[in-house]
Nanobody, 119 residues
Framework: QVQLVESGGGLVQAGGSLRLSCAAS????????MGWSRQAPGAEREFVAK????????YYADSVKGRFTISRDNAKNTVYLQMNSLKPEDTAVYYC????????????WGQGTQVTVSS
């Protein structure tokens, strides 16, 4: 069982930046691919970004490519999402997720952190 705890959400003006963090409670953190998804009010949860266990591979949704950067620190059991040039449409609850492989995200989920971007 892996517990994930997100932090770093908040209110920011359009064009601003936020960095989300997700701390994982596991001794084998580097064995897990990690990712971020988000869910806006009235919408389905959507994929944002993912990163391989070693950190060598990353993949982004088209909507955030070039603005968001996912990274991880395996020594700290933490994955990050740096969000720049934020837009009002980025407003959502952001969830951290872990999986046993590149195509298996979703084995574990955090409780979510709210990001609100004002125009």
């Amino acid at each position: 069982q892996v517990q994930l705890v997100e932090s770093g959400g908040g209110l920011v003006q359009a064009g601003g930046s936020l960095r989300l963090s997700c701390a994982a409670s596991t001794r084998t953190f580097s064995n897990y691919a990690m990712g971020w998804s988000r869910q806006a009010p009235g919408a389905e949860r959507e994929f944002v970004a993912k990163i391989s266990g070693s950190g060598g591979w990353t993949y982004y949704a088209d909507s955030v490519k070039g603005r968001f950067t996912i990274s991880r620190d395996n020594a700290k059991n933490t994955v990050y999402l740096q969000m720049n040039s934020l837009k009002p449409e980025d407003t959502a609850v952001y969830y951290c997720t872990a999986g046993g492989g590149w195509s298996r995200l979703g084995d574990y989920w955090g409780q979510g952190t709210q990001v609100t971007v004002s125009s």
